[in-house]
């Protein structure tokens, strides 16, 4: 499905109709994957919408800059205000949040400080990430035979582009074999996460998430489930995650700013506890989508309202 256009992109400092935020064919990022993005979203609460984790969000971004050695030219405070008034411009109900750091045009050898940096914020009405039905009744996915970037090859922590190399192998697979997501292994055949989203495994009723070791993207929402699931009473384990403890888990669930909470009800043909979403799962899910749309108390101050 094509991508829904909104009004206007923030382009390097300035608002541009949507159809004229364009590049250079010889921008570097084009070639070598040079960029570095986020993922927001913003919901409707009460209060009109607001966006979730912004801060860390915004704070991913600088970090995943610095990683890449590329100079942000405007302040943490600076992007987080005009993802604000993007949202404003384009008048949305809810929404996705796209910012892109990326090398432009210049050079092109590999070497990339030569280059501009240059910077998007882009917002678009973006629905489930997993099909419409997935939150509820969960998904069918497969472990993939590709493996996440070893720890010394891509830095999976920074959220850069060309590390979706990976994630497009492995959900291109996924869709192939007939599910709509892959699991990922880490180099050592530990449980990493799946090609946009980390994931949950729940064992007589403890959570166990693998660790940032293990190849993941320190997710947002991850965070978010793990605070939510001990406040709750749950013990949440960060330990590596043998493949076969998947066939085991009573549930398992995907976290992500695209997925939300999405459980998973089979893996390789082998159905999760009942094959269906779990009840702690739903307890997690109910708490944080009560929370985002504003009918839970924000107690963490997660929610950033736009108005
Ligand atoms: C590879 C990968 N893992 C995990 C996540 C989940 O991270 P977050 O909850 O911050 O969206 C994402 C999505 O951004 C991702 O692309």
């Not at 959220?159 to 190399?165: A, D, H, T």
């Not at 192939?176 to 007589?204: A, W």
């Not at 043998?242 to 909470?261: C, S």
Request: with cysteine; aromatic share 10%.
């Amino acid at each position: 499905m094509a991508l829904p256009k909104s009004k206007v992109i923030w382009f390097n400092g300035e608002f541009v109709p949507w159809d004229e935020a364009q590049v250079h064919v010889l921008s570097h990022v084009l070639h070598y994957g040079s960029s570095v993005f986020e993922g927001i979203r913003a919901y409707q609460t009460p209060q009109g919408i607001a966006v979730l984790g912004l801060e860390a969000h915004v704070d991913r971004l600088f970090f995943s800059c610095k990683v890449m050695n590329m100079e942000v030219p405007y302040t943490h405070d600076r992007i987080s205000k005009v993802i604000i008034e993007t949202i404003k411009k384009n008048e949305h109900q809810e929404c996705y949040i796209r910012p892109l750091v990326f090398r432009g045009y210049g050079t092109l050898g590999v070497y990339p400080l030569n280059c501009p940096v240059d910077v998007v914020i882009a917002t678009w009405k973006w629905g489930k990430y997993l099909g419409p039905e997935a939150i509820e009744k969960g998904v069918d996915v497969g472990v993939s035979s590709w493996r996440r970037m070893a720890p010394d090859t891509h830095p999976s922590m920074a959220k850069v582009g060309g590390n979706y190399i990976n994630s497009q192998l492995v959900v291109m697979e996924a869709r192939r074999l007939g599910f709509i997501e892959g699991i990922v292994l880490d180099v050592n055949g530990y449980v990493s996460e799946g090609s946009g989203e980390n994931i949950f495994v729940i064992v007589k009723e403890k959570l166990y998430t693998p660790p940032l070791g293990n190849s993941i993207l320190a997710g947002i929402t991850r965070s978010f489930v793990i605070t939510l699931a001990q406040e709750k009473g749950y013990t949440v384990i960060e330990q590596q995650v043998p493949r076969e403890m998947l066939y085991m888990a009573d549930e398992v669930f995907f976290t992500g700013t695209a997925a939300e909470i999405t459980p998973v009800k089979t893996i390789d043909g082998r159905s999760v506890g009942k094959g269906e979403r779990g009840p702690i799962t739903k307890e997690l899910q109910d708490e944080f989508f009560g929370l985002i749309k504003g009918e839970v108390p924000d107690r963490h101050g997660w929610l950033t309202p736009v108005a």
